[in-house]
């Protein structure tokens, strides 16, 4: 059973920093990783998209990077700004049709 | 583009009762449908998927049940709803044979409360 998890739970920086979300996950043999941001009380906003064959991705201040050996990925955030500010969530699919796999979150407060 | 709505947004209901939420996707054709379950402060549990039309798969046994009438239409239903069916609701799609590889799109969600 494929487990997904997300450290650390909460994070707090300063406007500016350049900041690491972690998903973690048990089995490899992954399809693909997405990674979503979530505001309160609304649905998911999907961010990144990684392909088990792909490495990384990236999209403007966002950069997701896949190391499906040791079950990792990681989301680097450039430059923080308080509209950043939300509970962003790692998801593993094992196929092409099946299910995913979400973790249970890292929510984000960047302080102006 | 693609679209997909949720109703209704907020819903409270008396423990017993039925539920009915309603998930439509436009702007696309054959798509995987998704619901999930979102306890408070928790990441997403999958509920039920299905690839087409009559065709559900459920993840987690409980007194929730499924449909897909049409194509584009997902119902999440149930005869009488517990305290702990309460949470918010997440519909979502995705296709499989487009890139970007079967990413997935999420609705607004429904807050249930059962009282």
């Known amino acids: 059973k494929q487990e997904v998890t997300q450290i650390p739970a909460a994070l707090s920086v300063p406007e500016g920093e350049n900041l690491v979300l972690n998903c973690s996950?048990?089995?490899s043999a992954i399809y693909n990783l997405q990674w979503f941001r979530q505001d309160p009380g609304k649905g998911l906003t999907s961010l990144l998209l990684i392909q088990s064959s792909q490495r990384e991705q990236?999209?403007?201040?966002?950069?997701?990077s896949l190391d499906k050996s040791s079950g990792r990925s990681t989301l680097y955030i450039a430059a923080s700004?308080?509209?950043?500010?939300?509970?962003?969530?790692?998801?593993?699919?094992?196929?092409n049709a099946g299910k995913s796999t979400f973790g249970d979150g890292t929510t984000l407060t960047v302080k102006p | 583009?693609?679209?997909?709505?949720?109703?209704?947004?907020?819903?409270?209901?008396?423990?017993g009762s039925p539920l009915s939420l309603e998930c439509t996707v436009?702007?696309?054709?054959?798509?995987?449908?998704?619901?999930?379950?979102?306890?408070?402060?928790?990441?997403?549990?999958?509920?039920?998927?299905?690839?087409?039309?009559g065709q559900i798969s459920s993840e987690v046994p409980q007194n929730l049940s499924a449909?897909?009438?049409?194509?584009?239409?997902?119902?999440?239903?149930?005869?009488?709803?517990?305290?702990?069916?309460?949470?918010?609701?997440?519909?979502?799609?995705?296709?499989?044979?487009?890139?970007?590889?079967?990413?997935?799109?999420?609705?607004?969600?429904?807050?249930?409360?059962?009282?």
Do not use: M
């Open chain 2, 26 to 53: 436009e702007g696309t054709s054959n798509p995987n449908l998704y619901w999930y379950r979102q306890a408070a402060g928790r990441g997403l549990q999958l509920l039920f998927y299905s690839v087409g039309i």
């Open chain 1, 58 to 64: 990236t999209s403007g201040r966002l950069n997701a």
């Open chain 1, 81 to 95: 700004q308080p509209g950043d500010s939300a509970t962003y969530l790692c998801a593993v699919r094992l196929t």
């Open chain 2, 67 to 115: 449909s897909r009438p049409q194509d584009r239409q997902f119902i999440l239903s149930s005869k009488k709803l517990l305290l702990s069916d309460s949470g918010f609701y997440l519909c979502a799609w995705s296709v499989t044979f487009r890139g970007p590889y079967n990413e997935q799109f999420f609705g607004p969600g429904t807050r249930l409360t059962v009282l």
């Open chain 1, 25 to 27: 996950f048990t089995d």
């Open chain 2, 1 to 15: 583009s693609q679209t997909i709505h949720q109703w209704p947004a907020t819903l409270v209901q008396p423990v």
